[in-house]
């Protein structure tokens, strides 16, 4: 187990952590210790990838495990949010932001089944920055509505939209991706000629 790994897995082990803190309360300022779980959480994702390229650590265990360990932070904290904070969160926009997710995941596997990855583009990784961002704002707004003069309730609703945006947006440039990969005229041919074919 390298670091890279390690800090992949406290990221899982935390989501447990951020659901007890938003629904406790026992807590005092629940929000600020679900944020603070949150935030922690969000910033393995960027170490764990860059220590793994940078040491070179890369591993198979990481490639699978990091994926499964984003899409559980924050399928979790929005989840959670539409109980404690339906106002803020309607719980359509996360059945949309979810279900990119799962078909993205899909067409990966189907992708990888034809010996060829789809990789991350731009818009995915906005959608990642978006999410953490909208999140972050949704928990605080919750309990403090306005923070620093900043009117948070108006403003996680402005990054959640943003969030459903960015989703819709990368998951039509994964599709795009997919279609031209897939109706090349290079596979196309490997495909006839593998003996699965025959």
């Not at 890369?58 to 360990?69: K, N, S």
């Not at 929005?78 to 067409?107: C, D, H, K, N, Y």
């Not at 947006?169 to 006839?192: D, G, H, M």
Request: net charge positive; charged share 15%.
């Amino acid at each position: 187990m390298n670091l890279p790994n390690g800090l992949t897995l406290l990221r899982i082990f935390l989501v447990p952590l951020l659901i007890a803190a938003l629904f406790s309360t026992r807590l005092p300022d629940q929000e600020l210790y679900a944020t603070g779980i949150f935030l922690a959480a969000a910033f393995t994702d960027v170490f764990d990838g860059y220590l793994a390229r940078r040491r070179r650590q890369v591993t198979t265990l990481g490639i699978l495990l990091d994926p499964i360990a984003d899409k559980l932070l924050i399928a979790a904290a929005l989840i959670s949010l539409v109980q404690v904070a339906p106002r803020l969160v309607p719980a359509w926009i996360v059945v949309v932001i979810l279900g990119r997710e799962f078909a993205v995941t899909g067409l990966r596997a189907i992708a990888s089944s034809h010996g060829f990855t789809i990789a991350a583009n731009e818009l995915g990784k906005a959608k990642m920055i978006s999410q953490v961002v909208a999140i972050t704002m949704i928990i605080l707004g919750h309990r403090y509505p306005h923070l620093l003069g900043l009117n948070l309730r108006l403003w996680s609703r402005v990054a959640l939209w943003s969030v459903m945006g960015f989703a819709l947006l990368s998951a039509f440039a994964y599709f795009r991706k997919f279609w031209c990969q897939i109706n090349s005229p290079l596979l196309k041919a490997k495909v006839e000629s593998s003996p699965a074919r025959k």
